[in-house]
């Protein structure tokens, strides 16, 4: 999903992680005694706009950096357009939503909490000197640490090094000018 997805793309993504958290608190049930807690945290956003900085802001900077690989030659731009992220940042509506409607717990409480995309770096620091390139490093490996298995079997392993040093530059340059942060999500259930 970007920001210039049509609307039957989002729509797309949010029924599949209807479908999938749907069937994990299922599962999840069947485990748990009546009356027995599960405490969840998500990555989400704080708005309805499935199109908020909050979830597309991390995936257009890869994405323009798959782009950068492909005006090189380094990659197919057709591999760069079939390639799907299989990854959803539900907001508070939605999840309530779909715990509701699966109906196997009630809602205990539900939480939402901002993350800098750095977790070294603390912004609130008066003192801060802030290194747009080691922030930039850090976010791209933790993004790399989460995607790198589906970028390769897409891409191939060669393309790795490479696009993970141009995703951190990007990101660099972003938290130079914008302090971009995770959205957490923290839902408490209790079986019903």
Known sequence: ??????????????????????????????????????????????????????????????????????????VEESDVDSFNMPFYTPCKEEILEIVEKEGSFDLDKLEIFQVDWDPEVDFSDKNLVFNKYKSGQNVANCIRAVTESLLASHFGKTIIDDLFSRYAKYVADHLSVEKTKFVNVVISLIRK
């Open 1 to 74: 999903m970007a920001k210039t997805s049509p609307p039957n793309v989002f729509k797309a993504y949010l029924d599949q992680f209807e479908k999938d958290f749907s069937n994990f608190l299922r599962s999840r049930s069947e485990e748990l005694v009546a009356g027995g807690g599960m405490l969840l945290t998500l990555i989400g956003r704080s708005i309805a706009d499935p199109t908020s900085k909050d979830c597309c802001s991390l995936w257009d900077l890869l994405t323009k950096s798959l782009l950068e690989l492909a005006a090189e030659g380094l």
